[in-house]
């Protein structure tokens, strides 16, 4: 299958900094990615989506000013946690939409924890 | 917002057995996609599909769109120590977006 990368994979960092991570589509283009985070035991809740050359639309709920997201090119997209706190700690995972197959179907980078201290 | 119903919500077995479980709507699906995730880690694709009554395997998995297009399931056969992990049904609706929907997750355990 399709090959997603995310880094970093895990970033400890101090309360009031900005983090970025990376989410890349390494052997096909996405012109969709997505952005979502996930609490422990539950499943992936959906925080944004990510339309390369436009802007990306947040989920009900989601802070736009605080989790920035980039899609600059058709295998990057960015998310950049601002003024981070405690509470943004989680496990942050993309995903790229590929529709070039038989079918349409997304595939999940490893993900990055984040911890803020 | 769309639900998924996905069961069991874990399930213990010993290495060996065959393990199979299932995910409902009531809306219809276009795509049913199941996920296994292991800790720390990113869910991963095992298998995808895309026409009602479509039977696909994948080594020891085998998976099936439902007819009524509102259900799926998966069976994995002789179960082995490494399948342990969360099995997530995700797929897209009828008229929906391409934002996915997801199941809660199975979580399985395989006693050796």
């Known amino acids: 299958g399709a090959v997603v990368s995310q880094h970093p994979s895990r970033v400890i960092c101090k309360s009031g900094t900005s983090v970025k991570i990376e989410c890349r589509s390494l052997d096909f283009q996405a012109t969709t990615m997505f952005w979502y985070r996930q609490f422990p035991k539950q499943s992936l809740m959906l925080m944004a989506t990510s339309n390369e050359g436009s802007k990306a639309t947040y989920e009900q709920g989601v802070e736009k000013d605080k989790f920035l997201i980039n899609h600059a090119s058709l295998t990057l997209s960015t998310l950049t946690v601002t003024s981070a706190h405690p509470e943004d700690s989680s496990f942050y995972i993309c995903?790229?939409?590929?529709?070039?197959?038989?079918?349409?179907?997304?595939?999940f980078g490893p993900g990055t924890r984040l911890t803020v201290l | 917002g769309q639900q998924l119903n996905q069961s069991p919500q874990s399930m213990f077995i010993q290495e060996g057995e065959d393990v199979s479980m299932n995910c409902t709507s009531s809306?219809?699906?276009?795509?049913w996609l199941w996920y296994k995730q292991d800790p720390g880690e990113g869910p991963v694709l095992l298998i995808a599909?895309?026409?009602?009554?479509e039977l696909t395997s994948n080594g020891r998995l085998t998976a099936q769109f439902g007819i009524t297009r509102k259900d799926s399931f998966l069976n994995i056969s002789a179960s082995i120590p490494s399948d342990v992990g969360i099995y997530f049904c995700a797929g897209h609706t009828q008229g929906g977006s391409e934002k996915l929907v997801f199941g809660k997750g199975t979580k399985l355990t395989v006693n050796p």
């Open positions: 599909l895309y026409k009602a009554g």
């Open positions: 809306s219809i699906f276009n795509t």
């Open positions: 995903s790229a939409r590929d529709v070039q197959g038989y079918g349409d179907t997304q595939y």
